[in-house]
């Protein structure tokens, strides 16, 4: 193929310049403009070019996504407790579960997820903070949820609160609009995802969250530096349903990663693991377009405040005080 | 004083020292650069001191610098093409050339950040419009192609005329021809109009895309430290200085330059000086609003910058180094000599990426929420940040990468043919 280009260019041009050499009178304009060999060189460099985009964009788009694995490996098949009831509303823990489940049943379009944490509740243990972290199997430096201290005055006149930080899965995110590569938005029940698949890893998304709420994964272990890294620490995480390994920093190793108010347990009934451990019942999860459910009732206390308003970002995570 | 001028005078002597520095010194830190790669690509990030509160470091800055330079050293280029500002011809070729080696230092740069950096091509593929990233990148891809273009039009004739030579530089000069043989004074005059109507485009694309830079970082509100309509502006300014003054540098040394260019070289030294003092208006301006205001979350950056642990970054580099000395050489007689001017551009091309560090890194090194960083043991999430020695590696062969472009550059490059 070039070897015929290169032949033909010459023998052609040759015979342009030799009919200038003539002595033909050039007119400025015939002068200044291009050549047809020229003209043909740039179409076909151009159609070259955009040839190219268009098979790497056909290809990118065919090419089938990899293999989602299901079964018992990958999701959840957790039993049911037996001995307490599961019925009414005998315990705050089993009467949000049951509205999810409701909630679960409708479309997503219609429900719009909800948390309420009662801070006089709160102990400060960080209990829900380990427990994200051995549910996501989260690496060093990545944290969903932050127990953060909060202190207020001086000794004696001081008082100490916590105030546990998930992601606030704002309505009006900052987060979602800055990713180059929509590889983040929010989803119709309001909870808003990273496609691991996606992301780049530019961290822009990070710098643009005010509350701090996205991390990015590095690609450490906990016992990276003893003799041998765990396996509990190799384990794929689940997250958004599907299985992520990490080996040879496969996602989610470089991505930005964040709380999602474990959509992957929700999928199979379950409360957020965060709210499931939470040793002093301080949270409250559920539907907010269900105004019977616990979460939504709490919503409507006079004491609840939303962090950072002034950002304009409309949290749904409330707080009470 | 006489010793050194001795030594000057000997300019055989000079050359060969200067190039014996030049290619050691990018022997070096292309060696260095290796060993950075080399960890980027095997560990990832793990040995990179970023995190998650300082979500950008060293190799961000460098981008920003390095893009910086080639917006800047562009412009220069278009005082020549489009405005026919006849003082700087001698360096034109030069200046476009500045800046398509410096934009692929940024985007080595860049590309070296990214978590994933198989999937850069994520970005053509999937854009998303409302960021400003997207935009930066979308801008910055044409401009390159546009630099491209411009630069195979400027060198054409010349490559088509010295094809015809039978040495090593021939052939590559008949490689870089791209096969075409014109070498009639009409198609000169053709490549001409070619030029200026490519460098006429590119001044919005430049503008536009060094000022998405900086929007890149304006818009963040969640960042008061950049979250200031000056930022765009302020980024052209800084850009346009350090362009100016690396080509000040870059035509004094770059083919024999200071015996040659001594007229450009004085010229380009007035107009860095006039664009240096405009910068620190500004940016003077920058901290009058923050500290008038007093809001803590906006002062708090300003304060690691004139205080923090790396105030030296702001004081010693970006202030003594970058700007006061290279004022006072630019307003004394030493203005005169091109020597002293050049010395100036480089004082001041060194001390614009202190002013770049100081934008990306106090920025970021605030936590969000007060206590955060104490909630979360880890050194990701901590408002401290040093590069590390794989990230200076890293940025090092970037810059031994451009030497050894410019290296080339001086080789290959058609000198300036004197005009009779
Ligand atoms: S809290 Fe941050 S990460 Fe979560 S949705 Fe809001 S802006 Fe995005
Ligand atoms: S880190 Fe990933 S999700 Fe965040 S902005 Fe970059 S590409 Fe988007």
């Given at each position: 193929m070039t070897k015929k280009k290169t032949k033909t260019t010459p023998t052609q041009r040759d015979g342009d310049m030799s009919a200038k050499d003539a002595g033909k009178n050039i007119s400025p304009e015939e002068a200044y403009s291009f050549s047809p060999v020229d003209r043909k060189r740039a179409i076909s460099l151009i159609g070259a070019a955009i040839g190219l985009g268009a098979i790497s964009t056909i290809i990118s788009r065919i090419v089938p996504p990899p293999a989602v694995p299901e079964g018992d490996g990958t999701i959840r098949n957790l039993p049911q407790l037996k001995s307490g009831g599961t019925e009414g509303n005998s315990d705050n823990l089993i009467r949000m579960q049951n509205e999810l489940r409701r909630a679960m049943a409708k479309p997503m379009e219609s429900r719009r997820w909800l948390m309420v944490i009662d801070t006089r509740k709160c102990v400060g243990c960080h209990a829900c903070t380990v427990a994200c972290m051995a549910e996501n199997r989260l690496p060093p430096g990545v944290v969903y949820r932050p127990v953060i201290t909060d202190q207020q005055g001086r000794y004696p006149r001081q008082i100490t609160r916590f105030f546990p930080r998930p992601c606030m899965q704002c309505d009006n995110p900052s987060c979602v609009p800055v990713c180059p590569v929509r590889a983040t938005w929010k989803r119709p029940d309001g909870v808003v995802i990273v496609d691991y698949d996606k992301c780049i890893g530019c961290r822009y998304c990070l710098t643009a969250c005010p509350y701090g709420a996205r991390t990015s994964d590095f690609g450490s272990y906990y016992t990276e530096h003893t003799p041998e890294i765990q396996p509990y620490e190799q384990q794929p995480t689940n997250e958004y349903n599907k299985s992520w390994s990490?080996?040879?920093?496969?996602?989610?190793?470089g991505n930005a990663r964040k709380c999602h108010f474990c959509l992957h347990r929700l999928e199979q009934g379950l409360l957020p693991q965060c709210v499931s451990t939470c040793i002093g019942r301080a949270n409250y999860f559920g539907d907010a377009n269900d105004a019977t459910s616990l979460a939504a009732e709490m919503a409507r206390s006079g004491n609840q405040v939303r962090l950072l308003e002034e950002k304009g970002t409309k949290p749904s995570v409330i707080y009470l005080v | 004083m006489s010793l050194l001028q001795e030594y000057f005078n000997d300019r055989n002597k000079v050359v060969k020292n200067l190039k014996l520095i030049f290619w050691t010194a990018c022997a070096l830190s292309l060696l260095i650069g290796f060993y950075g790669w080399f960890v980027r690509i095997v560990d990832g990030h793990i040995k990179a001191n970023y995190g998650s509160i300082v979500t950008w470091g060293l190799w961000v800055a460098g981008y920003i610098y390095f893009i910086g330079l080639s917006a800047g050293s562009f412009l220069v280029s278009s005082l020549v093409y489009v405005f026919n500002y006849k003082k700087f011809e001698r360096i034109g070729k030069l200046a476009v050339f500045t800046a398509l080696v410096t934009l692929l230092m940024a985007l080595l740069s860049i590309w070296a950040d990214l978590g994933h950096m198989g999937r850069a091509w994520h970005v053509i593929v999937f854009p998303n419009f409302k960021s400003p990233m997207a935009w930066m990148i979308y801008l910055y891809s044409l401009y390159m192609l546009l630099i491209a273009v411009e630069i195979y039009f400027l060198l054409r004739y010349d490559f088509a005329t010295g094809a015809n030579n039978s040495t090593f530089k021939g052939k590559i000069y008949k490689l870089l021809s791209l096969g075409s043989k014109d070498s009639t004074e009409e198609s000169k005059q053709r490549d001409k109009k070619v030029v200026k109507r490519l460098a006429t485009a590119g001044i919005p694309i430049a503008i536009l895309f060094h000022g998405g830079v900086g929007a890149l970082f304006g818009v963040v509100s969640a960042r008061p430290h950049w979250h200031s309509g000056l930022f765009p502006i302020l980024f052209l300014l800084s850009a346009l200085v350090s362009g100016g003054a690396l080509l000040t540098l870059i035509s004094s040394i770059f083919q024999q330059g200071w015996s040659k260019n001594k007229g450009v070289i004085i010229e380009l030294g007035k107009m860095v000086l006039a664009l240096l003092l405009l910068d620190v208006l500004f940016q003077v301006s920058e901290f009058l609003v923050a500290y008038r205001g007093g809001i803590p979350g906006h002062t708090a950056g300003f304060d690691l910058v004139l205080s923090?642990?790396?105030?030296w970054v702001f004081w010693g580099w970006q202030g003594l180094i970058g700007t006061v000395i290279p004022i006072l050489l630019l307003i004394f007689p030493t203005r005169k000599s091109p020597l002293w001017v050049a010395l100036a551009g480089l004082l001041i091309a060194a001390g614009i990426f202190g002013l770049r560090l100081n934008i990306v890194i106090p920025g970021l090194a605030v936590e969000e929420i007060h206590g955060l960083t104490s909630a979360i043991y880890s050194h990701r999430v901590d408002p401290h940040y040093f590069p590390s020695i794989s990230e200076w590696a890293l940025t090092m062969g970037i810059v031994g990468f451009g030497m050894l472009l410019f290296g080339l550059g001086e080789y290959f490059l058609p000198k300036h043919e004197e005009k009779t």
């Open positions: 990490r080996e040879d920093h496969g996602s989610p190793v | 923090g642990p790396y105030a």
